[in-house]
Every structure is written in C-alpha cells, then in structure tokens.
C-alpha cells in the first residue's frame, strides 16, 4: 500500500492548468519519428527545452504558484538548479541556488549565468540541500524540491500532455527516473495509457520502492547519477506511481552508453547519460506497446570531459 503523503496529491486536471500557465515561457518541444532496424519509435525532443532539460517546466510552474515577492531557493548543481535559475530569470524574480563546493566548475558557472546567486556551501550534496532548507525556513522564502513537490511534478506532467496532444495515436511513454516527478507527471498527463518509468541498474529507487510497497533509500551509482541519482523516490511520486500502475524497467551503464552513443550516430543527437536510458530500454526490447514514445529528456553533458 502507498503510505500517506503530507500534502494534496494532483490531479490530471492540474497538469492542464500547469501547461497553460508555463506556455509563455517554456519551448513546446518537438517530436522525431525514428524508424530503426525495422523498428519505428518516436522520441519526444526534450532536451531543445531551454535551460537544456524538461525540469523548466517543473521549475516554472512552482515559481509561477507561488507569490511573486517571494525569493526562489533549491539546492542542486545539475538540471534542476540551472532550470530554476532560468525560470527565475523569465519571470523577473530573484532565485539563491545551493551547490556542494565540489560542483562542477562548469555547472556552476551556468546557473551563474543564468542570473541566480550561487552559494556553495559543504562537501556533499545533502550538506548544500540543508543549508537550503534552513536558508529557506524564513518568511516569504519558497524552496523548490527537485521532485516531491506537487507543482514540479504537475510542471513536468507538461511533456506528457504535449505527446499525447501531438502524437494521440501513442500508447507507452517512457520516462527516466531519479526521484520521479517526471514519471509521475506524466502518468497523470497521460491518464488510460502506459507509463513505463526507466532507472539505471544502479539507481534503482523507483524498483526498490515498488518491491518494498514504499519508498525506501537505495544505493546511488550509474554514469547518469549526476541526473537520475536520487536515494528515494519522492513521496507524491511514488503515491501517483502506483495509483497508476506505472511498472519499472532497468538498463545497466553499458546500455546507457550505447544508447547516447547511437543517439549521436543515428540521428546527431547530443545528450547526457540520463537522458539516453529510455532509448536504452527500447533498444533492449523492455518496452511494451504498439507505438512507444520515449522522453529524450537532457542534454547538460559537460562535453569537455569524458562519459
Ligand atoms: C536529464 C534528466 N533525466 C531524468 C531526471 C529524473 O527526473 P525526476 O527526478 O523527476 O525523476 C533528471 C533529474 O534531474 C534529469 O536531469
């Protein structure tokens, strides 16, 4: 059974008022009818969403339901940092995003430049993430979690809708999890058709947590940790998760490779480890369904450094 969450759970209904509050800002992104080896695919093109990766969406729409005087803070050196920053930045407001002090040079400068102030603070991330929380405890502070947070993940429910909109004859969508507000977001935005939510052999929270019947911490590896690296699946994820009877497929990191490797070759698209484990599952023959649609989902690779 679920275990209860402290706060309300969205609704499909919630998604439709997130898109069009976020449609002003956010890029709707296209799609790419792939056929393969004799077999067809679409692949929704996510990471041409600004900030680089579909966690805008789920920044945008917390920052746009929350009062305007409010100051935005988050803790994360990867997408969801610089997303918040960016939707800060669209909307005029003023954004303090948190990093461990080991972050990459190259993320940091990037939600630099994205126009938020930066505070690096500790040697872990969990270290940066309560300086956040605490940062955040004062009057008119708003902190946006990465995924257990209705609003992000009705935000990032935003992708699923625009599939189904653009491509109703679609039956799979897959999305990659760390703590599952994409998945969850679009199981809602995609109600009566198949979720399938794929993880990293290695970053297994979501498959860990469906075995367990609740959220429970799993150990954090995978060349995709940095994006998908989350120790728990979020508590209104997983709630929307089993309600929809989202299953859970596993790709090791050598599938992950090969996938963002043949993304490149195939098609010319240049993405992050993270953003290639839904390709991965297809190509591994893990997917269900007569037309598939995976979430192509970042591309904040650092391409100056391996993997
Ligand atoms: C590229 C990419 N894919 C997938 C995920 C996982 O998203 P979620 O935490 O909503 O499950 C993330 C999270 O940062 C990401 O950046």
Redesign the pocket.
């Known amino acids: 059974m679920p275990v209860p969450v402290s706060v309300p759970v969205p609704l499909p209904a919630d998604v439709a008022a997130a898109a069009d509050r976020i449609r002003p800002y956010a890029r709707r992104t296209p799609m790419l009818d792939l056929e393969l080896d004799g077999r067809r695919v679409l692949l929704k093109l996510e ?1 041409l969403q600004r900030s680089g ?3 805008l969406r ?1 920044a945008l729409n917390a920052l746009l339901t929350t009062p305007p005087d409010d100051h935005v803070v988050a803790a ?1 050196g ?3 940092g610089l997303a918040v920053a960016t939707a800060a930045a669209l909307l005029g407001r003023s954004a303090t995003v948190y990093v461990p002090v080991t972050v990459p040079e190259a993320k940091a400068r990037r939600i630099e430049a994205a126009g938020a102030r930066l505070v690096r603070h500790g040697a872990t991330f969990a270290e940066a993430a309560s300086a956040a929380l605490d940062a955040a405890a004062r009057p008119d502070h708003r902190f946006v979690h ?2 257990d947070d209705p609003a ?2 009705v935000g ?1 429910g935003t992708v699923g809708a625009e599939i189904v909109a653009d491509e109703p004859s679609v039956d799979t969508v897959v ?11 679009t199981a809602l935005a995609i109600a009566g058709r198949a979720v399938v939510a794929a993880e990293p052999e290695d970053c297994r929270c979501l498959h860990d947590a469906l075995a367990a019947g609740k959220p429970v911490d799993s150990p954090v590896g995978s060349v ?1 940790a ?3 690296g ?1 120790a728990r ?2 508590e209104v ?1 997983f709630e929307i998760l089993t309600a929809h009877g989202v299953t859970s497929v596993l790709v090791d990191d050598d599938e992950i490779l090969r996938a963002r490797d043949l993304l490149w070759e195939e098609c010319r698209i240049a ?2 480890p ?2 290639a ?1 839904s390709f991965a599952a297809w190509l591994a023959g893990r997917v269900p369904g007569k037309r598939p649609c995976l ?1 192509v ?4 690779a650092d391409w100056t450094a391996a993997g």
């Open positions: 990471y990766s579909f966690k789920g994360s990867g997408n969801h990465p995924y992000v993940v990032q999305a990659a999890v760390g703590g599952g507000g994409l998945a969850a977001g995709a940095s994006a998908t989350a699946v979020g994820a993405v992050e993270a953003a484990i979430i989902c970042g591309a904040n």
